[in-house]
């Protein structure tokens, strides 16, 4: 590497820099070093380049002694960004595998890889943001009187003395998050910026842990037996005490001075994972997650790079966390869908887990009650250790499970009468009562009673879901908004009716049925708003309301002790998909959101509403529950040569004619067979629609390239996707391709 203050002297031409800049190109670009001194170790660094006519900020992946290019073509870097590294060995080489295995720009993975302002160019240095009261505010409250939270926040800052870190105050009560914004824009809250510091434990004694019963110490005992690389399976059921595993794992690794990152699904199940954490564990805890402002997720991502913070909690863009004192990586809910990035930069994040983990030589944890099938898969093949909690802990009981045939029955907002009286019974004993329903607004299809016509979408081959709320039909697929026609816009018939429930329709009947009995609906209409979800889950868990409504956002690692009845109001949503992955999602759901029910000491009932309490995969999960019914799909996805006992790629094209996608994935086919050669164990399978065709205005279709061993299907695509771009009609569409995909729509 070139020594600090110059490049390397001598009678011989500059060392050239291969810089990655965020473009879609394959290759990494050379340049010319700029100017200046040389930071000791150039690769992983960050360096401003001139591209075109523009300037971009790339990361030096290389260091080479000649270029492909003449002198004369060459052009120089503009200036150094970093004097050290920003991504370490490590997990540049982790970035530079995934840009390759998943077959995207290196440059563009590169930098997703990085929080906003590091993608920018900002100078890696760690400040913290603090909130101090203007002195107005520090005498005098009368600004804040007629708004609760705010005054809140104005007695919280007073008893600090008049400031605090930002991301501490909304840590401890996400709603201050507005209430602060607020008084910053009425000039009577001030934002300061000082240097960071490690945030010390010595001042917190972590609160010790509940007894373990024998199956989660023998589970914690062949964890903290690893040395180095393991890769483990951890199988609870719900309520089995998983989470207590983890901690008891992950402090024995802070013990030994390491750090531990855990991967979560979803930004709701952040700050319940966060107080536990901060509860149980020393050191400091930072959080990674898309709904922080890219400040504060660039001061958590270099927090650590530094080794100041012990532990990482974020979602699946977390994995790509700079880990200088690696100790254990955790993948809670590993079965996730929401784990995987399904556009743009198409990862991974459970597998890259177990990737890093390989390449850091530190255990790695995947857990669920109901684990995804490619995992079962490994843990068949002995590639991880299966660790079963087959119990739940403590007093609580697995609930009763009883499926409501719903058929001829009259439904009130989608509620039977044998639902009617068993929310009945619950509420009487004072217990919380959540109702599913993965379905948002007052009903998924208005219809003209005269002449049949329904409200679709005239951009997606679609209905639009009517909001009562807001008179309003939208679109949840492209979010087109219309109003509520006063007549059928064919027959000119005022008798539109909506059919189906939504959440808010739910909402409404309960409020019938059950008047003055509080409610508390969770859908994405309802947690918009920065910091609601948080809120509305605090309010759940303070049983602010006995009547919960929620879609799959509640479904999953919440633990509501109050609640003892839990009611799918229609589980055939799922059960006949096109995706293949279908039937196996549906009954991951549905074991996750009977798991809500009896967390505490009052026994669970969970009532299923269906109209086909003959099918297969219903009776297998009631009478023989998940694992039995995991190895039935397994048996059938291997007859059927599908993952996990086949390797998948799709290419994906769409565009605003019904044609061009169609031409350009021939093309790609013809070109592909071409590559295939002899033997090569791969084929091309289409194209054909999309499951949705028409989406946002645009026509969709699909290649499926299948290969019965990984290795074969990633020769092909390195043999196959680099000429995707120059083929007949690439021009035309916008196509991506999309390797392991976990959802084919």
Same mark, same amino acid.
């Given at each position: 590497?070139?020594?600090?203050?110059?490049?390397?002297?001598?009678?011989?031409?500059?060392?050239?820099l291969? @810089?990655?800049?965020?473009?879609?190109?394959?290759?990494?670009?050379?340049?010319?070093p700029?100017?200046?001194?040389?930071?000791?170790?150039?690769?992983?660094?960050?360096?401003?380049?001139?591209?075109?006519?523009?300037?971009?900020?790339?990361?030096?992946?290389?260091?080479?002694?000649?270029?492909?290019?003449?002198?004369?073509?060459?052009?120089?870097?503009?200036?150094w960004?970093?004097?050290?590294?920003?991504?370490?060995?490590?997990?540049?080489?982790?970035?530079?595998?995934?840009?390759?295995?998943?077959?995207?720009?290196?440059?563009?993975?590169?930098?997703?890889?990085?929080?906003?302002?590091?993608?920018?160019?900002?100078?890696?240095?760690?400040?913290?943001?603090?909130?101090?009261?203007?002195?107005?505010?520090?005498?005098?409250?009368?600004?804040?009187?007629?708004?609760?939270?705010?005054?809140?926040?104005?007695?919280?800052?007073?008893?600090?003395?008049?400031?605090?870190?930002?991301?501490?105050? @909304?840590?401890?009560?996400p709603?201050?998050?507005?209430?602060?914004?607020?008084?910053?824009?009425?000039?009577?809250?001030?934002?300061?910026?000082?240097?960071?510091q490690?945030?010390?434990?010595?001042d917190?004694?972590?609160?010790?842990?509940?007894?373990?019963?024998a199956?989660?110490?023998q589970?914690?005992?062949?964890?903290?037996?690893?040395?180095?690389?393991?890769?483990?399976?951890?199988e609870?059921?719900?309520g089995?005490?998983?989470?207590?595993?983890?901690?008891?794992?992950?402090?024995?690794?802070?013990?030994?001075?390491?750090?531990?990152?855990?991967?979560?699904?979803?930004?709701?199940?952040?700050?319940?994972?966060?107080?536990?954490?901060?509860?149980?564990?020393?050191?400091?805890?930072?959080?990674?997650?898309?709904?922080?402002s890219?400040?504060?997720?660039?001061?958590?991502?270099?927090?650590?790079?530094?080794?100041?913070?012990?532990?990482?909690?974020?979602?699946?863009?977390?994995?790509?966390?700079?880990?200088?004192?690696?100790?254990?990586i955790?993948?809670?809910?590993?079965?996730?869908?929401?784990?995987?990035?399904?556009?743009?930069?198409?990862?991974?994040?459970?597998?890259?887990?177990?990737?890093?983990?390989?390449?850091?030589?530190?255990?790695v944890?995947?857990?669920?009650?109901?684990?995804?099938?490619?995992?079962?898969?490994?843990?068949?093949?002995?590639?991880?250790?299966?660790?079963?909690?087959?119990?739940?802990?403590?007093?609580?009981r697995?609930?009763?499970?009883?499926?409501?045939?719903?058929?001829?029955?009259?439904?009130?907002?989608?509620?039977?009468?044998?639902?009617?009286?068993?929310?009945?019974?619950?509420?009487?004993?004072?217990?919380?009562?959540?109702?599913?329903?993965?379905?948002?607004?007052?009903?998924?299809?208005?219809?003209?009673?005269?002449?049949?016509?329904?409200?679709?979408?005239?951009?997606?081959?679609?209905r639009?879901?009517?909001?009562?709320?807001?008179?309003?039909?939208?679109?949840?697929?492209?979010?087109?908004?219309?109003? @509520?026609?006063?007549?059928?816009?064919?027959?000119?018939?005022?008798?539109?009716?909506?059919?189906?429930?939504?959440?808010?329709?739910?909402?409404?009947?309960?409020?019938?049925?059950?008047?003055?009995?509080?409610?508390?609906?969770?859908?994405?209409?309802?947690?918009?708003?920065?910091?609601?979800?948080?809120?509305?889950?605090?309010?759940?868990?303070?049983?602010?309301?006995?009547?919960?409504?929620?879609?799959?956002?509640?479904?999953?690692?919440?633990h509501?002790?109050?609640?003892?009845?839990?009611?799918?109001?229609?589980?055939?949503q799922?059960?006949?998909?096109?995706?293949?992955?279908?039937?196996?999602?549906?009954?991951?759901?549905?074991?996750?959101?009977?798991?809500?029910?009896?967390?505490?000491?009052?026994?669970?009932?969970?009532?299923?509403?269906?109209?086909?309490?003959?099918?297969?995969?219903?009776?297998?999960?009631?009478?023989?529950?998940?694992?039995?019914?995991?190895?039935?799909h397994?048996?059938?996805?291997?007859?059927?040569?599908?993952?996990?006992?086949?390797?998948?790629?799709?290419l994906?094209?769409?565009?605003?004619?019904?044609?061009?996608?169609?031409?350009?994935?021939?093309?790609?086919?013809?070109?592909?067979?071409?590559?295939?050669?002899?033997?090569?164990?791969?084929?091309?399978?289409?194209?054909?629609?999309?499951?949705?065709?028409?989406?946002?205005?645009?026509?969709?279709?699909?290649?499926?390239?299948?290969?019965?061993?990984?290795?074969?299907?990633?020769?092909?695509?390195?043999?196959?996707?680099?000429?995707?771009?120059?083929?007949?009609?690439a021009?035309?569409?916008?196509?991506?391709?999309?390797?392991?995909?976990?959802?084919?729509?």
């Amino acid at each position: 590497m070139p020594p600090q203050g110059g490049h390397p002297q001598g009678a011989g031409a500059p060392p050239i820099l291969q @810089v990655a800049v965020p473009r879609p190109l394959q290759e990494a670009l050379d340049y010319r070093p700029p100017p200046g001194a040389w930071p000791a170790e150039p690769v992983g660094c960050r360096v401003e380049v001139p591209l075109g006519r523009s300037r971009a900020v790339g990361i030096v992946v290389a260091v080479r002694h000649s270029s492909d290019l003449p002198a004369s073509r060459l052009r120089a870097a503009s200036a150094w960004v970093d004097e050290q590294p920003l991504l370490d060995t490590e997990l540049l080489e982790t970035l530079t595998w995934a840009a390759r295995y998943y077959r995207y720009p290196l440059g563009t993975a590169l930098a997703t890889a990085l929080p906003g302002p590091l993608r920018q160019g900002r100078p890696a240095r760690r400040a913290v943001a603090w909130w101090r009261l203007d002195a107005r505010l520090h005498e005098d409250d009368r600004a804040v009187r007629r708004a609760p939270r705010q005054a809140e926040l104005r007695r919280r800052l007073l008893a600090s003395g008049g400031a605090a870190p930002y991301a501490l105050l @909304v840590a401890e009560q996400p709603a201050w998050q507005r209430a602060g914004r607020l008084l910053e824009q009425a000039g009577l809250l001030h934002r300061e910026y000082h240097p960071a510091q490690a945030e010390g434990s010595a001042d917190r004694t972590p609160r010790p842990g509940p007894e373990l019963d024998a199956d989660q110490q023998q589970a914690l005992e062949c964890m903290l037996a690893a040395d180095g690389y393991a890769a483990f399976l951890l199988e609870g059921v719900t309520g089995s005490g998983k989470t207590e595993v983890y901690l008891q794992t992950a402090a024995r690794a802070l013990a030994a001075g390491r750090q531990v990152l855990i991967l979560v699904p979803e930004i709701g199940l952040a700050p319940q994972f966060l107080e536990r954490l901060r509860e149980r564990l020393s050191g400091s805890v930072v959080v990674l997650h898309s709904g922080l402002s890219g400040t504060d997720r660039a001061e958590a991502w270099l927090a650590a790079r530094d080794g100041d913070a012990a532990v990482i909690l974020g979602t699946r863009s977390a994995i790509f966390t700079p880990l200088p004192r690696p100790g254990l990586i955790v993948v809670d809910e590993e079965h996730d869908p929401s784990l995987a990035q399904q556009d743009g930069f198409r990862y991974s994040a459970r597998d890259l887990a177990v990737l890093r983990a390989r390449t850091l030589d530190v255990p790695v944890v995947l857990g669920s009650a109901t684990p995804s099938l490619e995992s079962l898969h490994n843990a068949r093949g002995a590639r991880y250790t299966h660790l079963r909690l087959p119990h739940r802990a403590g007093l609580a009981r697995a609930p009763s499970v009883q499926l409501v045939d719903i058929r001829s029955r009259r439904l009130v907002g989608g509620i039977s009468a044998p639902l009617q009286e068993a929310v009945r019974r619950h509420l009487d004993a004072g217990s919380q009562v959540l109702l599913f329903l993965n379905r948002r607004g007052y009903a998924p299809v208005l219809i003209c009673h005269a002449c049949g016509w329904v409200a679709g979408c005239h951009r997606c081959d679609a209905r639009l879901t009517y909001h009562r709320s807001r008179a309003q039909l939208r679109c949840h697929h492209c979010g087109h908004t219309a109003r @509520v026609p006063a007549a059928c816009p064919e027959c000119g018939e005022a008798d539109l009716r909506p059919l189906g429930p939504g959440t808010e329709r739910l909402e409404e009947a309960l409020a019938e049925l059950f008047p003055g009995v509080g409610q508390l609906r969770i859908d994405r209409d309802t947690t918009r708003r920065r910091g609601a979800l948080e809120a509305q889950l605090a309010a759940a868990h303070r049983g602010d309301a006995q009547l919960l409504i929620g879609t799959q956002m509640l479904a999953k690692g919440h633990h509501l002790p109050a609640v003892t009845l839990v009611a799918v109001i229609d589980v055939d949503q799922g059960l006949f998909g096109a995706d293949f992955r279908a039937t196996e999602r549906l009954a991951q759901l549905v074991v996750q959101v009977a798991g809500r029910a009896g967390r505490g000491e009052q026994p669970g009932e969970v009532l299923l509403q269906t109209r086909h309490p003959e099918h297969p995969m219903l009776r297998t999960l009631l009478e023989r529950g998940y694992p039995a019914f995991a190895e039935a799909h397994l048996a059938e996805r291997q007859a059927a040569g599908l993952p996990p006992y086949a390797a998948l790629a799709l290419l994906r094209a769409e565009s605003v004619h019904a044609d061009a996608p169609y031409l350009f994935l021939e093309s790609a086919a013809q070109y592909g067979r071409s590559r295939l050669g002899k033997g090569g164990g791969v084929e091309l399978l289409g194209p054909v629609p999309a499951p949705m065709e028409r989406r946002e205005g645009r026509h969709r279709a699909q290649l499926m390239v299948r290969a019965e061993r990984r290795i074969d299907l990633q020769r092909f695509l390195v043999a196959w996707s680099g000429g995707l771009g120059s083929l007949e009609g690439a021009r035309q569409v916008r196509w991506s391709l999309d390797v392991d995909p976990v959802e084919m729509v």
